[in-house]
């Protein structure tokens, strides 16, 4: 997993969320909505992609609402072939 940030003004505070929620991915920072939008095609956040092995997009989750990890989950065991 990998996250990126295209908010500026949240950098600073991107050291403290990773150690109070014990992740260990990599956050990449962008200068700012524009460049995500137009470098990767990021409409807005938060974009959630799953990559496969190949690197090719095979899931793509626009926004964030109750739920959305569920279906995030269930598309990641699909992937795996589990259920």
Do not use: C
């Not at 403290?16 to 956040?45: M, Q």
């Not at 938060?46 to 609402?65: A, C, D, E, Q, W």
């Not at 990641?76 to 072939?81: A, K, S, T």
């Amino acid at each position: 997993m990998v996250a990126i940030n295209v908010n500026p003004s949240q950098d600073k505070d991107i050291p403290e969320w990773r150690a109070k929620n014990k992740y260990t991915f990599p956050v990449l920072v962008t200068p700012d909505r524009e460049y995500a939008r137009t470098n990767y095609s990021v409409p807005g956040t938060p974009t959630n992609l799953i990559l496969n092995s190949s690197g090719k997009m095979v899931f793509r989750h626009l926004g964030y609402g109750p739920g959305g990890e569920v279906a995030m989950e269930a598309e990641i065991r699909e992937l795996l072939g589990l259920k």
